[in-house]
Structures are given as C-alpha cells and as structure tokens.
C-alpha cells in the first residue's frame, strides 16, 4: 500500500526518506489523485476543517493514521489513534519538552536559573519538562485540574500557584486555562509559551507579554528523532504493512 504523507511537516519530509530508502511506495498528499486504497498520515497541524475533505477522498481500503481519536467514523476506513501507543506518546512528549526548554532559553530575556515559572497542565509534556528543568533550580508553580496529577507534582516538589504574576509561563492544556483577570495580571515582560493545539490556555487578548505558539513542535525542532519514532510506532500498529 502507498504512504501518503503532508510535506509541509519537517517531520514528514523525514518520514518520506526513511521509507524510501526501505523501498516502500511513498506519495506527497498535495497531487496525490486518490484513485487507490493508501495509507495517509496525518499531523497535528491537520486536525481541522479541511482534513474531513482529504479523508472522503480516500478509497475504501485506506488506511489513517493520526496523533488523534477519530471523531467521526467514515465507512471504509481504518483508522490508527498513534496518540494511544503508550511508547510513542511518552517519546514525543519528552521530544516536545526538549523543543519548549531550547525555546525558553532562546526567547526569554533571562536567566532560566532560579526562575518562576507557572506550568499550565501536568501531563506527559509538563512532567518532562519539570525534569529538564530541575538543573537550573527554577521555582515552577502549577496549575492541574486533576488532583491525582497535582499530588503526583507536589510530591515532586511543584507548588500550586496562587495567583502571582511570574516571567514564564508554559501552557500544556488545549483548553483555556487562565481567567481573563488572571492572564491580564502579568506583566508585559512576560513570556507565555504555548505548546498545546489551538484554543490553547489563554483566552485571545488576555495577555499582554510575549506569546510564543508552538504545537506540533517535535516535528519543528527534531524532525529526525520524531520521523524515526513515528516509524516505529507505524511498524508496531499496523506490522502487515512492513
């Protein structure tokens, strides 16, 4: 079965050599003519409108794969949530977590040593990066909905922030995670790094520091390392294509 890949992503333009040079049958998805079954890999920047009308191009037989659930069933294909490989997942995020820490230090003014910083969300990005961090002994504060994930970072010495106003903040959450009054109380000097997909955590206008958006940022800052732990997961959830 033909790969088709989007070569917008830096990820996938590395995705394309590596199953070339395996001899498998690979596509650009910009001209591909969809006139046979394929196997279509989709990245974070495609979870949006114009993704549903390249999957009812797509020939029964096909197959999707996708850092995402399905959200609606369309007859005829089978569809691969790479989000759900447990591997996968943990690798990308300490990915993810590498690319926001080179990004801090690139585009902070500042001293990452002993800073505060607020951490928006716990998950597998916010822990990796809390562990990148903790050679520069800054002060993270965060805020986590889930009392299990907040025991958890409390245990490793995270504080819950209780309102003031730092030079960093990180957002992990795809949903808004700061109040308009709450974001409009830090400074213009401050910078928010936003890695999770659109809304994101802050609510638009809300803040007047520095807004640096970075999603889908393994694939920006490490396309080598992502395209070849994307292969392995494709090798491990769907081997009959290999």
Request: glycine share 8%; aromatic share 6%; hydrophobic share 40%.
């Given at each position: 079965?033909?790969?088709?890949?989007?070569?917008?992503?830096?990820?996938?333009?590395?995705?394309?050599?590596?199953?070339?040079?395996?001899?498998?049958?690979v596509s650009a998805l910009e001209g591909f003519d969809f006139d046979e079954p394929a196997a279509l890999l989709l990245s974070?920047?495609?979870?949006?409108?114009?993704?549903?009308?390249?999957?009812?191009?797509?020939?029964?037989?096909?197959?999707?794969?996708a850092p995402?659930?399905?959200?609606e069933a369309i007859e005829g294909l089978v569809w691969h949530d790479l989000g759900a490989n447990e591997e996968y997942a943990l690798q990308n995020a300490f990915l993810t977590a590498e690319g926001a820490l080179k990004l801090l230090i690139e585009h902070s003014d500042f001293s990452l040593r002993g800073a505060e910083m607020l951490l928006l969300g716990y998950g597998?990005?916010?822990?990796?990066?809390?562990?990148l961090l903790r050679p520069f002994a800054a002060k993270i504060f965060l805020r986590e909905?889930?009392?299990?994930?907040?025991?958890?970072?409390?245990?490793?010495?995270?504080?819950?922030?209780t309102g003031q106003a730092v030079r960093l903040i990180v957002?992990?959450?795809?949903?808004?995670?700061?109040?308009?009054?709450?974001?409009?109380?830090?400074?213009?000097?401050?910078?928010?790094?936003?890695?999770?997909?659109?809304?994101?955590g802050l609510i638009e206008g809300s803040f007047s520091g520095k807004?640096?958006?970075?999603?889908?940022?393994?694939?920006?800052?490490?396309?080598?390392?992502?395209?070849?732990?994307?292969?392995?997961?494709?090798?491990?959830?769907?081997?009959?294509?290999?």
């Open positions: 079965m033909r790969f088709v890949l989007d070569l917008s992503d830096a990820r996938m333009q590395v995705l394309l050599g590596l199953l070339l040079r395996e001899g498998r049958a974070p920047s495609q979870r949006s409108e114009g993704q549903k009308a390249t999957l009812e191009k797509l020939r029964p037989g096909s197959v999707v794969f995402w659930a399905q959200s597998r990005i916010g822990s990796c990066l809390v562990e909905k889930s009392e299990e994930r907040f025991a958890l970072a409390k245990e490793r010495g995270l504080e819950p922030w957002g992990t959450s795809p949903e808004a995670a700061l109040k308009w009054e709450e974001a409009a109380r830090f400074s213009c000097n401050s910078l928010y790094l936003e890695l999770a997909s659109p809304p994101g807004t640096l958006r970075a999603p889908g940022l393994p694939g920006r800052i490490s396309p080598h390392s992502a395209a070849e732990g994307l292969l392995v997961c494709l090798r491990g959830v769907a081997p009959e294509l290999f």
